[in-house]
C-alpha cells in the first residue's frame, strides 16, 4: 500500500512540479520535489528499488518537460547513488549528513541536466540545493510520522 501511494504522490508531484509550478513561483529557483522524495525514498528503502522509481519518474518528466528522453532519469541516478549509500540506520542519528548530501546531490543533479540540456551552469543551482537542504527536514519529519 505504501508503494502504490508514494507512486501516485510521485505522479501529482511530477506533474504539478512541470505544469503549475513554474507559472505561480515568482522567483526562478524552484524547488524540485521529486528529487526530495526520492532522496528520502532511496535512504530508507535501498538503490535497487529506487533505481526503478527514478527511471519511471525521469520518463515521466521528459515527457512533461519534453526534455531529451532519458536525460531526467540520468540526472536523477546522482541522486540515488548518494542517497542509497548511506543506509537507514546512517540517517536516523545525525541530521546534518543528509542535509550536506541533499545539497551535493542537487548541485550534480542540476550540473547533469545542464550538460545534457546543453544549458550554462549558473549560480541558480547553488540556490536550489540551499532551497533542499531547508526542505529536507521537513519533508524528513512529515515521512516519519506517515511511516509510524
Known amino acids: 500500500m505504501t508503494r502504490i ?63 531529451s528522453f532519458g536525460s531526467n532519469a540520468l540526472a536523477l541516478m546522482v541522486v540515488v547513488l548518494l542517497s542509497g549509500s548511506g543506509g537507514q540506520r546512517f540517517f536516523q542519528f545525525n541530521l546534518v549528513i543528509p542535509i550536506v548530501m541533499v545539497f551535493g546531490a542537487t548541485v550534480v543533479h542540476g550540473a547533469v541536466l545542464c550538460v545534457l540540456r546543453d544549458a550554462p551552469l549558473g549560480l541558480w543551482i547553488v540556490f536550489q540545493g540551499a532551497v533542499h537542504a531547508i526542505l529536507l527536514p521537513v519533508l524528513l519529519v512529515i515521512t516519519r510520522l506517515f511511516s509510524r
Open 5 to 67: 501511494l508514494f507512486a501516485l504522490l510521485l505522479f501529482v508531484t511530477a506533474v504539478a512540479q512541470a505544469t503549475i509550478l513554474p507559472r505561480v513561483n515568482p522567483i526562478s529557483v524552484s524547488p524540485d520535489f521529486i528529487l526530495v522524495m526520492l532522496f528520502l525514498w532511496s535512504s530508507s528503502h535501498g538503490m535497487r528499488e529506487s533505481l526503478g522509481w527514478i527511471f519511471f519518474t525521469g520518463i515521466l518528466l521528459d515527457v512533461l518537460t519534453l526534455d
